[in-house]
């Protein structure tokens, strides 16, 4: 009953799930190499695993945000997320949330879905995927909408 109500909606969904993702995971790498918008802990030093991961999320998020080359990055990034758990919190205890690798884990499912589902309605990837489309339908001659 429900599911015809909910199924238009998917595309824009998983589109604000990248996009609110991006912006989120942005913060993360900023705070790393510019400690912007809040200092990182005390101890952490830019020539780093740690510092790699915030040059990655840097470069990373902007794809995400506008959805260009989603799968990729994707995939790219929840491999990331997976180490920086087994790195830098699995051995502080069993629990994500008693190690502080709650949001690690999230984040490395998030991705994963990503790479899976693609990056929804609003992305930049949709946008080429329809004009590959339209000049494989007729070519030489553009489609108006």
């Not at 909606?9 to 912006?23: F, G, K, Q, Y």
């Not at 790699?52 to 902007?62: C, D, H, I, T, W």
């Not at 990331?80 to 699995?90: N, R």
């Not at 080429?128 to 108006?144: D, E, F, H, I, N």
């Amino acid at each position: 009953m429900f599911d015809s109500v909910r199924r238009p909606w998917r595309p824009e969904a998983l589109a604000i799930l990248r996009i609110s993702t991006a912006l989120i995971y942005l913060q993360h790498g900023l705070q790393k190499l510019i400690s912007f918008p809040v200092p990182p802990l005390p101890g952490y030093q830019l020539a780093s695993l740690a510092g790699l991961a915030g040059v990655l999320e840097v470069v990373a998020s902007p794809f995400l945000l506008i959805g260009l080359f989603t799968r990729a990055w994707s995939f790219l990034m929840s491999g990331l997320m997976a180490v920086a758990y087994l790195i830098g919190h699995a051995g502080k205890g069993f629990y994500p949330i008693a190690n502080g690798g709650d949001v690690a884990v999230l984040c490395c499912f998030i991705f994963l879905y990503l790479s899976a589902a693609g990056g929804g309605a609003w992305s930049a990837d949709g946008l080429l995927a329809a004009r590959g489309k339209q000049k494989a339908v007729l070519p030489g001659v553009a489609l108006s909408r």
